[in-house]
């Protein structure tokens, strides 16, 4: 017969902990501001003339924060705005996880998903305790209704 | 080749009309291009492959940006058949979430229609049906002069310069050269306060403008007069004032109108960017009419030839207007690309 008893308490003490801390609250107070005089952009718009006399269809833009040298390129939308925004966007994810590391507002989300997974993992852990407690429970009345 | 006859190659090879993005109709008379295919895989190469294949043919018949070209009309080809009419906007890179390793006959056959029609320089947009403008997506055909992304900046300016949205007013603006209607309608699309006339002389160009405004759902805020901008004109249709008037006039100068690629030159509208000798012919007359049409303090904002800033305030002057230049801006290439003008 399997002892469960010295299972059981460990995982009773531990789960008001788990269960208490604040689901997805995610922190962005020190998500850092980008400032327009630290920045160089760049548009692939090709050589020439521009304007009128062109018709390119490249459109990367290439953002680099000069103070820290991290840079980003981005040429997901058709639409050079769309692509400066989303490289902004970019940029300060990160730059965020440089200065903020595990308190970046991206490693707060991974953080929270791997809290929120043990949570699911704990809970099914404690049915399958749970569910044998019963069944061996079960067993042993059993076992006692026969003896009496 | 002539302006006409590239208009009928365009329909020929591509079935370019009015309400399809792609419709399938025989090609050219030529046999398909032999594609240099690596020995083992002649039968069944890998989208990879195909690339390869597509962009090597377009390098070699010097077709500029032929690797983006190639990513597009790979990633067109490969739409299902359903987005086929839906006017689904293409990515470049949309090619590389496909399912299947392979292409299909039919695939296969469309992505030959679409590189023959790349191959006679048709641009990538025309191709497609459809381009991204700002925040919007538009369709575009020929000969409809295709919006450049610089001109997205026309956009925030414009927006910058408005005040904030009052409940219950709407705010009238006039632009003058639509085209396609993208400047208007993303306009219209970042805020709900506002109401736009557009003033626009090709009927290509009008039909384009309504079918893209039906498209983005803004009919009741957008009004399309058909008419040019001339000294002299007595345009119908508009109102007594605008609260502000904005541009993408014809502003190529005569002597680089010459110098201009075959995508432009063979498949887009001349009259959307010959500005005359010195690329006023149309600024001028739209300068003249924002006088008319504009409150004391109200603006017009243009995108201009880079050599405009320097010798526009001097023909104003000749001009019997009292629209002033108030400043320049800069696109993000750093060429003066938009001038703000001022009526006193």
């Known amino acids: 017969m399997l002892s469960l008893r010295p299972v059981l308490p460990s995982l009773l003490r531990s789960l008001p902990s788990i269960l208490s801390r604040h689901k997805s609250h995610i922190d962005k107070s020190s998500v850092p501001r980008l400032d327009q005089a630290d920045l160089q952009e760049k548009v692939t718009l090709g050589s020439g003339p521009g304007g009128q006399a062109v018709n390119k269809t490249a459109n990367a833009v290439f953002l680099k924060h000069l103070p820290t040298g991290l840079w980003v390129k981005c040429h997901q939308t058709r639409s050079v705005e769309m692509n400066r925004k989303i490289a902004k966007q970019l940029l300060v994810i990160k730059l965020d996880n440089l200065v903020n590391g595990e308190n970046s507002v991206e490693n707060q989300k991974k953080t929270n998903e791997k809290i929120k997974l043990e949570r699911k993992k704990e809970k099914t852990r404690l049915k399958y305790e749970q569910r044998k407690l019963e069944s061996l429970k079960e067993q042993s009345e059993g076992q006692d209704g026969e003896i009496s | 080749m002539s302006f006409l006859m590239s208009r009928a190659l365009a329909r020929l090879v591509c079935g370019h009309h009015r309400h399809s993005v792609l419709s399938v109709r025989t090609c050219s008379t030529q046999t398909p291009a032999t594609s240099t295919q690596t020995p083992d895989s002649s039968t069944h190469p890998t989208l990879s492959q195909v690339l390869d294949n597509v962009t090597s043919q377009l390098s070699a018949a010097q077709v500029p940006e032929p690797a983006l070209s190639a990513q597009y009309l790979l990633s067109c080809c490969l739409l299902p058949q359903a987005d086929l009419h839906s006017a689904r906007p293409v990515l470049a890179q949309d090619w590389r979430q496909a399912p299947a390793q392979h292409l299909s006959p039919a695939q296969a056959t469309t992505l030959h229609r679409l590189v023959q029609c790349r191959l006679a320089r048709m641009p990538v947009q025309y191709i497609l049906g459809n381009w991204d403008f700002h ?24 927006l910058s310069s408005l005040p904030p949205p009052v409940p219950g007013q709407h705010l009238h603006l006039l632009e003058v050269g639509p085209g396609s209607g993208a400047v208007s309608l993303a306009i219209l699309s970042a805020r709900q306060d506002l109401l736009v006339t557009c003033v626009e002389r090709s009927q290509a160009a009008v039909e384009l403008t309504r079918d893209n405004t039906s498209l983005l759902g803004l009919v ?12 002299g004109a007595q345009l119908e249709g508009l109102q007594e004032e605008y609260h502000l008037v904005f541009s993408n006039p014809p502003y190529i100068l005569r ?35 924002a006088g008319e049409k504009l409150p004391k303090g109200g603006l017009l ?31 993000f290439t750093g060429k003066e690309r938009f001038m703000v003008l001022r009526k006193t």
Request: hydrophobic content about 40%.
């Open chain 2, 301 to 331: 904002m243009l995108e201009v030839d880079p050599c405009h800033p320097h010798i526009l305030p001097t023909k104003l002057e000749s001009l019997d207007t009292s629209m002033v230049v108030d400043r320049v801006v800069e696109d």
């Open chain 2, 255 to 289: 002597k680089d109108l010459m110098a201009l690629e075959p995508e432009i030159s063979l498949y887009e509208d001349l009259r959307a960017l010959d500005g005359g000798a010195k690329g006023l012919d149309v600024i001028l007359p739209i300068i003249e009419l």
């Open chain 2, 135 to 158: 925040n919007i997506t538009i369709q575009v055909r020929p000969p409809v002069f295709i919006p450049r992304p610089e001109t997205e900046q026309l956009v925030d300016l414009v």
């Open chain 2, 220 to 231: 009741d805020r957008l009004e399309v007069v058909q008419g040019k901008v001339e000294p």
